[in-house]
């Protein structure tokens, strides 16, 4: 249980953040799909720690070896495992902590679940997991190429930052040019500097990453609790420090009209299309062929350097401070985990559709 995601396509991930390793088996991988690992590898590089000074400064590297389900760089429709191995742990920076709870972080309700915790940067509960996400996400994404189904995110908030415009106003290719992955880059030089900022002052500060599906065909969905936006939700709010998950017009969408908010239909040659976007390309929970669009809101991650009050595992009143290495912001690393969920949702989606009609 909960180890799982997807029903045809469909990840198990295994391993800790300071153990041996971790990685993922991927079922329901069609066969015949070329697997390429240096795409995989790309990919992984995004979401790798130490990768810029406004992220947790652990070295990995994120090297991956593929164990299975694959042959002559094609899957063979067996289960793919893939494995990444922890190179860099430093687990005595956990040391002063290891019988007591950090604040927001998972320590205190794992003790209480389990009555056994591996305290060791944060054992299963750290987002170290979303690697073995990444890789399999990344092979999700190979199979969605064959639809010309493209999955992009970026960061649109850090803190009260806002980027302040749509994506259809940006070059959502100028992402990968900085390193918090705002395509705006004047936007991108105060997010930086606001997040730096916050590092010297030894506290931590969330974020909004927003992502865009475009090429998605109408029909992807299932009536009526399986509903594409619901699965993409799970699959957000799945994902390590996520507080939010709002599609199409979200939360601001509950100020307008029926009549400001309906999306008109007119024909587009053989394709039925729509003037406006507030349904975010799905309506009752099945794609209706517009761009699907969504923003996931982080919250300010829980080890700060500060000396915070909490309680001991057997109920002392102590005084914890986080050590060791942190990302002050989660965002500029999460944009190829969004991605990852993401394709994941939409692989599944289109193998379970297939079944649907003659
Ligand atoms: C990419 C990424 C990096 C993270 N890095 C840290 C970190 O360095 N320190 C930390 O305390 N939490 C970090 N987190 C968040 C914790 O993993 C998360 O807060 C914890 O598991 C508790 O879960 P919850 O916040 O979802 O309740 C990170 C999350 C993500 C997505
Ligand atoms: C190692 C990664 O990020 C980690 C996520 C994390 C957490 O609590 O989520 C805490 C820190 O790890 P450590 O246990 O070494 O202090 C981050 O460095 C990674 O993403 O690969």
């Known amino acids: 249980m909960g180890n799982s995601f997807g029903r045809i396509f469909r990840i198990s991930t295994f391993g800790e953040s300071h153990g041996l390793g971790l990685g993922v088996i991927i079922e329901g991988c069609p066969a015949g799909l070329p697997i390429d690992e240096d795409f995989i590898r790309e990919e992984m590089q995004r979401r790798k720690p130490g990768q810029s000074k406004i992220t947790t400064q652990r070295k990995e590297e994120d090297e991956f070896q593929i164990l299975s389900g694959v042959f002559e760089g094609k899957s063979t429709g067996t289960p793919i495992g893939l494995v990444i191995m922890n190179t860099d742990q430093k687990s005595k920076d956990y040391s002063h902590i290891a019988d007591k709870f950090r604040p927001s972080h998972a320590d205190f309700t794992y003790f209480e679940k389990y009555g056994i915790r591996d305290y060791r940067g944060g054992g299963r509960s750290s987002a170290r997991e979303t690697a073995a996400r990444v890789a399999a996400g990344a092979i999700a994404k190979l199979f969605l190429t064959h639809y010309g189904i493209t999955v992009q995110a970026f960061v649109s908030q850090v803190g009260d930052l806002k980027l302040g415009k749509s994506y259809q106003e940006l070059d959502l290719a100028k992402t ?36 865009v599906v475009k090429g998605t065909p109408v029909g992807l969905g299932e009536p009526v609790f399986d509903r594409l936006h619901a699965d993409m939700g799970k699959a957000m709010l799945s994902i390590n420090a996520v507080k939010g998950f709002e599609y199409g017009s979200g939360f601001e969408g509950v100020k307008m009209r029926g009549s400001q908010h309906n999306d008109a239909f007119y024909q587009e040659g053989n394709r039925v299309r729509t003037r406006t976007n ?52 989660v965002v500029p ?26």
């Open 176 to 211: 990968e040019d900085n390193i918090v992955r705002c395509p705006d880059p004047e936007t991108a030089d105060r997010m930086i500097e606001l997040i730096d900022q916050v590092r010297k002052d030894r506290d931590t500060i969330g974020g909004i990453v927003s992502c």
């Open 278 to 329: 507030h349904s975010g390309g799905i309506q009752g929970g099945i794609s209706n062929g517009e761009d699907i669009y969504f923003n996931v809101a982080f919250k300010p991650v829980a080890t700060i350097m500060q000396d915070q009050e909490s309680v001991s595992e057997s109920g002392e009143s102590v005084v914890v401070s986080g050590k060791g290495r942190h990302d002050p912001c």
């Open 333 to 358: 690393r999460a944009v190829p985990i969004v991605e990852a969920m993401a394709a994941l949702v939409l692989a599944d989606h289109l193998l379970i559709s297939r079944t649907n009609k003659l």
